[in-house]
């Protein structure tokens, strides 16, 4: 029997473009393993290609019956497992002796508010399927693995877990961090960079309204908004923006983000503070830091301490005047601003996926020692 060290398990397209945190974890993670120099395979594929789909697992399943992994790390969808193969080869690898690790994001399927424009009917089929799912885990999970402990206790799903540290990409890119610090020092109008949803408790609204009266009398902070163009279309019924001289719009994602970011002065993470939204952890917080740059963040529970305790932002009420009040503040102290830079460089390097993927690959094969 040939033994790998891998089987990495993921419910996307590894080759294809990633337009959101869904996408880009599991490919950062992917990459991260190999980086270690582990010998990985690798299963991947959207489920809605089902043929597709199945046919990989098949030719998965004929691998395994001449090879084993001293682990299984699987990053699964964040709706439901649709195909039934895909259940049945997690019992298969489980029966087989290789320990499970398994990245539970969040747990969305709990919280009415985050089922938008979803008939009831559909709802409670999800529930029951996500509930179906989380009962396969639990018996065929050696670990679960949460983007916080506040997901951890939230879950409490009765199996040993660990909360993983974030992923961060360390860019050879001195001289545009300097030109961020110097801007930060000296420029008139900085720039703020928001990219993520625009829908419901994400809160674009509220930070709309703080730069309304930010820049009441003249444009003191710009804002570069990177969103889905449906649900912009659908944001803009409710709130619009025509005459917003200091906002602009993009539809982009993967590498059309890299002249944003370099672009950008500040970013920000301005989500309402939900039930929900209070351990949500977004990616793109570590992709901010990832890009070198200082964060302004609504205060919620699981992304406020890493903020904070790192010295890489500022973390506010999630409210228009306080958001308005930060950003008054930061550019009336400017040096205060730039000092956030080395932070977020030490930040980035501490917590990079290589780290991430080490962590949870020495968790799944500790009974080895």
């Known amino acids: 029997m040939n033994t790998w ?20 974890r599991p490919k950062a993670m992917a990459r991260a393993f190999e980086d270690l120099g582990l010998k990985v ?18 030719d998965f399943e004929t691998w395994l019956e001449d090879h084993t992994a001293r682990a299984c790390y699987i990053e699964p969808p964040s709706g439901p497992l649709f195909l039934r193969a895909d259940r049945e080869l997690i019992r298969t690898i489980h029966d087989r002796g290789i320990p499970i690790g398994l990245f539970y994001r969040d747990l969305f399927w709990r919280f009415d508010d985050k089922f938008h424009g979803v008939g009831k009917w559909k709802i409670r089929l999800i529930r029951w399927m996500q509930a179906r799912d989380l009962r396969l885990f639990q018996q065929n999970v050696t670990r679960f693995f ?5 997901v951890a206790r ?91 001289s200091w906002l602009t719009v993009h539809h982009v ?24 939204m209070h351990f949500a952890v977004p990616v793109k917080l570590f992709e901010y830091v990832s890009h070198v740059k200082p964060i302004v963040a609504t205060r919620l529970e699981a992304t406020a301490p890493f903020i904070e305790q790192n010295g890489i932002g500022w973390t506010v009420d999630d409210n228009p ?15 205060a601003a730039a000092e956030k830079l080395s932070a977020l460089v030490l930040t980035r ?7 991430r993927a080490a962590a949870a690959f020495a968790a799944l094969t500790r009974s080895e020692r």
């Open 41 to 58: 395979k690798v299963l991947d594929g959207w489920p809605r290609d089902r043929n597709k789909r199945k046919a990989a697992i098949r």
């Open 349 to 355: 390097a501490d917590n990079t996926w290589e780290q």
């Open 146 to 150: 949460f983007p916080s402990p506040e």
């Open 5 to 24: 060290d891998l089987i990495y398990i993921a419910f996307v397209d590894l080759d294809g473009p990633a337009s959101s945190g869904s996408g880009v």
């Open 154 to 244: 939230a879950a409490d799903f009765g199996v040993a877990w660990e909360a993983l540290p974030p992923g961060t990409v360390v860019f050879d890119d001195a001289a545009e961090v300097a030109a961020t610090r110097e801007r930060l020092l000296s420029a008139p109008v900085l720039n703020l960079l928001y990219v993520g949803g625009v829908l419901g408790d994400y809160g674009l609204s509220l930070l709309l309204d703080s730069l309304q009266f930010l820049n009441r009398t003249q444009t003191r902070l710009t804002l570069t908004l990177v969103c889905r163009e449906a649900e912009w279309q659908t944001f803009q019924e409710s709130y619009p923006t025509e005459d917003l």
């Open 253 to 276: 994602s993967g590498d059309a983000l890299t002249p944003l970011y370099a672009a950008a002065d500040l970013c920000v993470i301005p989500r309402q503070a939900t039930p929900y």
């Open 321 to 335: 005047k306080a958001l308005s009040d930060a950003f008054d503040a930061i550019l009336n102290d400017r040096a």
